[in-house]
T-cell receptor
Framework: DAGVIQSPRHEVTEMGQEVTLRCKPISGHNSLFWYRQTMMRGLELLIYFNNNVPIDDSGMPEDRFSAKMPNASFSTLKIQPSEPRDSAVYFC?????????????FGNGTRLTVT | GEDVEQSLFLSVREGDSSVINCTYTDSSSTYLYWYKQEPGAGLQLLTYIFSNMDMKQDQRLTVLLNKKDKHLSLRIADTQTGDSAIYFCAFTASKLTFGTGTRLQVTL
């Protein structure tokens, strides 16, 4: 099993540009989560999907952030336009059931730097 | 809302035991988790405990749960340099919530 795969590992972009982060969950997992990690705020849940349907997006900071899961094997997190305060490590995680009943498996993250 | 607290930093000498603590205000979790994050990597599930248990041992790891005091701890016996990482407790209330993380530094 390859685990949760995220791309790119690092992204450096200028303020105002669009950024797209990608995630491939573990095959067979039906829940997918996007987290953001910063020194100031720690680990924050942005959004999660169950069976490709967004269940809770209350953690998405602003309308500049959007996430999609067009199928069970792929998800994207888009920031448009990006701002310097979006700089963080973004993690994708997947699990085989709904939150709390199955452990999360994390990808290695995408380190985003917005200048 | 959920509130999970951990001390930010712990330093121990190689071979000693480490104890990482976590307190929470509210939990309806079936499971309580400990995750480990090594530099440049995502969080990795280390161990977990059922909410109806008060102790679980897994090789060098011992998890203690005091539901009355809402306190969870992770003990690492014979701590090694490879144990240096950030450790997060996590549980579910309305959603999976992570603590702030404790950075464990192991010195020689």
């Amino acid at each position: 099993d390859a685990g949760v795969i995220q791309s790119p590992r690092h992204e450096v972009t200028e303020m105002g540009q669009e950024v797209t982060l990608r995630c491939k969950p573990i095959s067979g997992h039906n829940s997918l989560f996007w987290y953001r990690q910063t020194m100031m705020r720690g680990l924050e849940l942005l959004i999660y999907f169950n069976n490709n349907v967004p269940i809770d997006d209350s953690g998405m900071p602003e309308d500049r952030f959007s996430a999609k899961m067009p199928n069970a094997s792929f998800s994207t997190l888009k920031i448009q336009p990006s701002e310097p305060r979006d700089s963080a490590v973004y993690f994708c995680a997947s699990s085989s059931w709904t939150v709390g009943d199955s452990p999360l498996h994390f990808g290695n993250g995408t380190r985003l730097t917005v200048t | 809302g959920e509130d999970v607290e951990q001390s930010l930093f712990l330093s121990v000498r190689e071979g000693d035991s480490s104890v990482i603590n976590c307190t929470y205000t509210d939990s309806s979790s079936t499971y309580l988790y400990w995750y480990k994050q090594e530099p440049g990597a995502g969080l990795q599930l280390l161990t977990y405990i059922f909410s109806n248990m008060d102790m679980k041992q897994d090789q060098r790891l011992t998890v203690l749960l005091n539901k009355k005091d809402k306190h969870l701890s992770l003990r690492i016996a014979d701590t090694q340099t490879g144990d240096s990482a950030i450790y997060f407790c996590a549980f579910t209330a309305s959603k999976l919530t992570f603590g702030t993380g404790t950075r464990l530094q192991v010195t020689l």
